[in-house]
Structure formats: structure tokens, C-alpha cells
């Protein structure tokens, strides 16, 4: 039997974004992959549940305190790295800006700095603007850019190289970089930068434990709520959907399987889904330590890593 939504709250990106890719198939199994971050963050609710992950106790410990004890171990090697002179520090997916507090509270009275972040989720630059200004520590730049995705990376880069801020730190930090094709935002990143900055990238490794990680994920209850607001923006119900989670092709998958029959119309367009329909909403690519450092190698003249004890989070400080 077919059940039609009853006025769904369809978000008109997402509902495209299933038409325009349509499925594949994966033996009998039709694959829905709408796989991109940009379509993590449309609503403030959105980012509130990826804040609200970040938070939870097992993510807390499996990831983002051990990027922070990273940050902690080796901000003095970083900060001579750095050097003298104002700075802009850019901070790229800049989330709430919890992260970039530790080089700004080092940099204090010694540098003086300008704080740039940018986020596509306007509720993400809003968060990190106001965490930052309350430092007190340095200007805090707000402007058209702050909202907007890492295509424009370049043109942010250039309106900030003014006057006596002629050097840029940029932070890519929190798994970002695995969210992305690598080489093309690496390029963007590189095409960005003059000799004297400074990118510094902070992401997740392949173990080769990494399926058991995945397997975790399954029974995360603050990543499924995080990443079921998307399938629920196209019509769906939480009762009509199960949250799985792989790893295959270098990458963790966050999936749901649909289970029920469905059928969803909006602005005269028809889709049907079956019972047994996978949604991918979210991949992130974990490379081994040495094919990651290879592909920051190409494209980085001076490259020095260091890595989590568990061998599941690199901090890479890149120069051109």
C-alpha cells in the first residue's frame, strides 16, 4: 500500500537534489545519494544538532577532544611557525568557533589578530562571532563573505590582505577536509595562499579500525538525529526510517533505509520511494596516514603532521 504525506514540509534544495541525481542500483537495492554537506546546515535546527553531536559523550571522546588535545600538544610549535605581525586567522567551517579559541587565547597581547570566520550556516558564523568577541582579543570581521562555502576562499583571502594584515592563518579543522573532494579544495585552499601563511588542517584517519567506528555510529542517537533532518525534509517520517552507517570506498557512509512504500509530490513533480530504499545523507573520507599526507604533499611545498596516539586524528601544518 501507498501512503501519500500529507503536507509534507518539503525544503525545495533537497527535493532537487533527488531529482536532478536520481538512484543507483546496488544489486536489487535502489541508492538514493545525496551525499553533501551543504545540505547538512539549511536550518538553524540543523546546525543546533550538529553542535548538539559534537557535545555527546562518545563523539566527544572519540573525536573532538582528541583534535583538541592535538591543537593543545603542539600550539607552540604552531605559534612560532606562525611568527610576528598581525594576522588574519581564517577559520573555514568554523562551527561554533569552539576550536579556534585555543590560538586565539595563545595569540592574545602578543599578536594582535583579525578573526574571520566562515561557515555556509549563518547560524554557525553567528555562534563563532559571538564566542569570539567576547575574548576580547582582536577585531572580529563580519561581512557578506562570512556566510558562504569554500568556493569564494579566495576572494576572502584578498579582501583581508588589506592594509597592515598582510599574512593569513587559515583553519580547515574538525574533519572538514573529508567532507569534500580532497584535491580540489586543497587546490582552492593553495590557490589562496601567499608565502608567508599558514593552513593548518585537523582531521580523521583511517586506522583500519575505522569499520568498527562506523559500526558505532549506528547507535548514535545525537548523529541520527543530526542527520534525519534531512530525509525529513523531503516528506519522510522518523518512523519510516533507519539509520545505517558503513565503511567502504575510504569513506564512512551515513544511510537510511526506508521502510515503507512512499510516494511524494511537490511543485508537480513525483517521486515514489520503495520499502527497502537507501538515502545516503553523508559521507566522509578517512585515508590512511600516508595516502592523506601524500595528497597534502602534492600540493603543499612544506607539510609537518602530528597524530593522535590511537592513530585516528592527524594535525597537519601546510605551507606553500
Not at 128 to 153: H, M, P, T, Y
Request: net charge negative; proline share 1%.
Amino acid at each position: 500500500m501507498t501512503v501519500e504525506a500529507e503536507k509534507p514540509k518539503i525544503n525545495d534544495l533537497i527535493f532537487k537534489e533527488l531529482i536532478k541525481r536520481g538512484y543507483s542500483l546496488e544489486g536489487n537495492t535502489r541508492v538514493w545519494n545525496i551525499a553533501d554537506s551543504k545540505l547538512w546546515y539549511l536550518t538553524s535546527d540543523q546546525a543546533q544538532a550538529y553542535l548538539d553531536l559534537e557535545d555527546e559523550k562518545e563523539y566527544k571522546e572519540q573525536v573532538t577532544n582528541k583534535e583538541l588535545s592535538l591543537i593543545d600538544e603542539n600550539i607552540d610549535e604552531i605559534l612560532k611557525e606562525i611568527g610576528g605581525g598581525p594576522l588574519n586567522i581564517i577559520d573555514l567551517g568554523c562551527g561554533d568557533g569552539k576550536k579556534v579559541v585555543k590560538f586565539i587565547e595563545k595569540l592574545k597581547g602578543r599578536i594582535k589578530t583579525r578573526y574571520c570566520p566562515v561557515d555556509i550556516s549563518g547560524y554557525m558564523v553567528t555562534q563563532a562571532i559571538d564566542r569570539i568577541k567576547k575574548l576580547k582579543a582582536g577585531e572580529v570581521v563580519e561581512f557578506q563573505w562570512n556566510i558562504s562555502d569554500f568556493e569564494n576562499i579566495e576572494n576572502i583571502t584578498e579582501l583581508l590582505r588589506q592594509g597592515e594584515f598582510k599574512k593569513n592563518l587559515i583553519l580547515l579543522l574538525g574533519n572538514t577536509l573529508g567532507n569534500f573532494e580532497i584535491n580540489e579544495l586543497l587546490y582552492e585552499i593553495r590557490s589562496s595562499m601567499k608565502g608567508n601563511d599558514l593552513l593548518i588542517i585537523g582531521n580523521g584517519l583511517n586506522n583500519e579500525k575505522v569499520d568498527v567506528r562506523a559500526e558505532a555510529y549506528e547507535k548514535n542517537k545525537a548523529l541520527d538525529n543530526f542527520f534525519m533532518k534531512i530525509p525529513m525534509q523531503i516528506g519522510l517520517s522518523e518512523e519510516e526510517l533507519i539509520l545505517g552507517t558503513r565503511f567502504k570506498n575510504s569513506r564512512i557512509e551515513v544511510y537510511y533505509t526506508i521502510n515503507a512504500e512512499k510516494k511524494i509530490i511537490f511543485q508537480d513533480k513525483e517521486i515514489r520511494f520503495h520499502k527497502g530504499d537507501q538515502i545516503v545523507v553523508a559521507v566522509g573520507y578517512k585515508y590512511l596516514k600516508k595516502e592523506f599526507l601524500s595528497y597534502l604533499n602534492i600540493h603543499f611545498d612544506d607539510v609537518n603532521s602530528k597524530t593522535s596516539e590511537d592513530g585516528t586524528q592527524i594535525l597537519a601544518l601546510c605551507k606553500k
